[in-house]
Every structure is written in structure tokens, then in C-alpha cells.
């Protein structure tokens, strides 16, 4: 169900979300982060890719655009100044508990839609709990096809095979999405030494990049970014249409 316009929760009075409860029994929320990105990029970087995406998603599949989270965890950043962290257990409480709110009001299934890898593991653990105590759902979208994306369009050499953050690809979408929020003169380029312990303990970011970027910020371009993100798109409207049909009886 196409939409003529994005239904967002936030701007619709009880009765307007009652009404459309009734069409729809499904949302999409965003969850990003408020976390370092670097010298040349918004602390919101994450919430500004994930509201871009499913603004989209929600206008192409009709579903109900919840507001966005952007307290979350954000456990590696922690240390830099003016990141906000909060713990697993309080985010994967708050996503169980909005899941079970609306659940109550009809929506029976909220697509997380994950611009940020630090929330990954808490959004996990929401689904897994509302699996075994509740008819509500979660489907968690962690920026499907963005491995595939990189790989194809981004012109520098990846630091991480599973970390990215304020390189080319963050820096390239926000120069698509809000341009004026990035300031290219403070744009770097670093490659940490990899810690062969990376990822199997976690390790604070401040102890290996000194600017919070990890790959090259200064080959990004307004073009690779709108690329990346339309690739995104369409992976993540094909995985929401894939789930939706499972569920036709
Ligand atoms: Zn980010």
C-alpha cells in the first residue's frame, strides 16, 4: 500500500492513528545514535541516515513512521566528547515496551530499522524476549545491503570488514542528506593499526583514532552517498515485502 503522504506517528492526534491502526498493522522505527562522527560530521549522523531511509520505506509501503531513537547504545564512542551511552538493558527494555504499547493499539509488527551497529546486539535481544513473552513483533533491519553497497561504490579501501563510521560511506550520505551539516575542510583520513582482539573484547575508539574516523573521509562525494543509499533502499524495501508476504494467510 502506497502512501500519499509519510503517516508519522509524532504528528497524528489519537483518532488519525486509530483510524489508520485499523489499515496498517505495521511501522518502521529508526534508531541511530548520538555518538561521535568524527571532526567533520554531525553527532546525529546515524538518526539523520536511518530518518532519510525509512521516510522512504514508509512512503513506498504505506506502514506507520515512528519517531526516532537516538539515545542508544553507543558502548566504543563512549569516551569522546559529547557521545550519549546508554546501556543495552535500558534500550532493549524501551524497545520491548514500545513494541508492547502499539501492540495494544494494533500494530502488531515494528521494523527496527538500524542506522547504527552499537545498537545491533540490545535490538536483538528486544526481538528474542518479545519472541518468548508476547504476540508482538520486531524485525530488526540492520541497513540491508549495505556490505554489498560499500563494495560497489565507495572508491577507498575499507579499515574494518564490519566496522564503518564518519568514512567514506557516512560522510558521502550526509553530503546527499544534509551537505550543510558537513564541513569537508575537517574531512580526514586515518587507518588505525587493527587490535587482533577487536571485536572480541570491546575496546574504546579513543584508544586507537585520534579523530573518530576509521577509513578515509576525504574522498566522499554527494553522488556515492545518494548511490549508496538508493542501493539501501531497495534491499530494504525487498526484505520488508518479502517479510509482508510470508505473513498473508
Ligand atoms: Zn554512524
Not at 25 to 45: C, D, F, K, R, S
Not at 124 to 142: D, F, G, Q, V, W
Request: charge should be negative; charged fraction near 20%; include cysteine.
Amino acid at each position: 500500500m502506497k502512501s500519499e503522504k509519510v503517516m508519522r506517528h509524532f504528528e497524528m492526534s489519537w483518532p488519525e492513528f486509530e483510524i489508520l491502526a485499523k489499515k496498517t498493522n505495521y511501522a518502521i522505527l529508526p534508531v541511530g545514535a548520538i555518538e561521535q562522527h568524527g571532526p567533520h560530521l554531525p553527532m546525529g549522523t546515524d538518526v539523520i541516515i536511518g530518518e532519510y531511509l525509512t521516510e522512504r520505506l514508509a512512503m513506498a509501503t504505506g506502514a506507520i513512521l515512528l519517531h526516532s531513537l537516538a539515545y542508544t547504545p553507543s558502548f566504543s564512542c563512549r569516551y569522546y566528547p559529547g557521545t550519549v551511552r546508554v546501556s543495552d538493558e535500558t534500550f532493549t527494555s524501551e524497545l520491548v515496551e514500545i513494541a508492547e504499547s502499539l501492540y495494544l493499539h494494533g500494530i502488531e509488527t515494528i521494523y527496527v530499522y538500524l542506522a547504527h551497529l552499537g545498537a545491533a546486539a540490545a535490538c536483538k535481544a528486544a526481538e528474542r524476549k518479545l519472541l518468548l513473552t508476547s504476540k508482538a513483533r520486531l524485525i530488526n533491519l540492520l541497513l540491508p545491503g549495505y556490505q554489498e553497497a560499500l563494495g560497489k561504490f565507495c572508491r577507498s579501501e575499507r579499515w574494518h570488514p564490519i566496522y564503518v563510521h564518519a568514512e567514506e560511506y557516512e560522510t558521502s550520505a550526509l553530503l546527499a542528506i544534509r551537505p550543510d551539516l558537513v564541513d569537508m575542510t575537517k574531512a580526514v583520513k586515518e587507518y588505525p593499526e587493527i587490535d587482533p582482539l577487536l571485536g572480541s573484547i570491546s575496546i574504546p575508539w579513543n584508544e586507537f583514532s585520534a579523530s573518530g574516523v576509521i577509513g578515509d573521509a576525504t574522498v566522499a562525494t554527494a553522488e556515492t552517498g545518494q548511490a549508496i543509499l538508493d542501493y539501501i533502499y531497495e534491499k530494504s524495501l525487498e526484505v520488508i515485502r518479502i517479510h509482508q508476504d510470508s505473513l498473508e494467510p
